[in-house]
């Protein structure tokens, strides 16, 4: 798999090519630092499941950052930046039963991220009941974690 050449922040990579990358990303031989470090990558994907399982906040989101393709950044932001359970933090930051958890979600999303419209905006996304899907297992796995 290649290397990730951008984030998914810049935007100028397509879906497909956010999805791709997934663990490429992060080597799994990566050493785990500091609890710290662990401490806060759970924490960043607790709040990004937060923000997946909130369409108001989803809505303030592509309010706040009107630079960003909200919808591909939302999608990039889970596959690209936090789920990579191969990883030693994710591993760290997460017991088994919570990674579980987060699998499932992972699934529900990776199974119905290429059909979501990710060119007309935030309120396009939220008006399929694929993206109601995704929300309701976000807050699902989010519920589980606490």
């Given amino acids: 798999m290649p ?4 984030h998914c922040q810049h935007l100028s990579a397509d879906l ?10 992060v080597s799994d031989n990566e050493p785990v630092t500091e609890s710290s470090d662990v401490q806060e990558s759970r924490s960043r994907v607790r ?3 937060a923000l997946l399982a909130d369409p108001v906040a989803q809505r303030r989101y592509e309010v706040e950052v009107p630079i960003a393709n909200v919808p591909v950044e939302l999608i990039c932001m889970w596959f690209d930046d936090h ?3 191969g990883s030693p933090w994710f591993v760290e930051a997460f017991s088994p039963g919570e ?5 499932d979600f992972n699934r529900v999303f990776d199974g119905i991220a290429d ?3 990710t060119d007309r905006g935030v ?19 989010l519920a589980a974690l606490d």
């Fill in 16 to 25: 497909a090519q956010c999805r791709r990358f997934g663990d490429a990303a």
């Fill in 123 to 141: 309120l396009a996304l939220q008006s399929t009941p694929e993206w109601d899907t995704v929300c309701r297992a976000a807050a699902e796995a």
């Fill in 99 to 103: 990674r579980e958890v987060i699998a």
């Fill in 83 to 85: 789920y990579h359970p």
């Fill in 3 to 6: 290397e990730l050449a951008t």
């Fill in 115 to 117: 059909s979501l419209p």
């Fill in 47 to 49: 709040e990004l499941l």
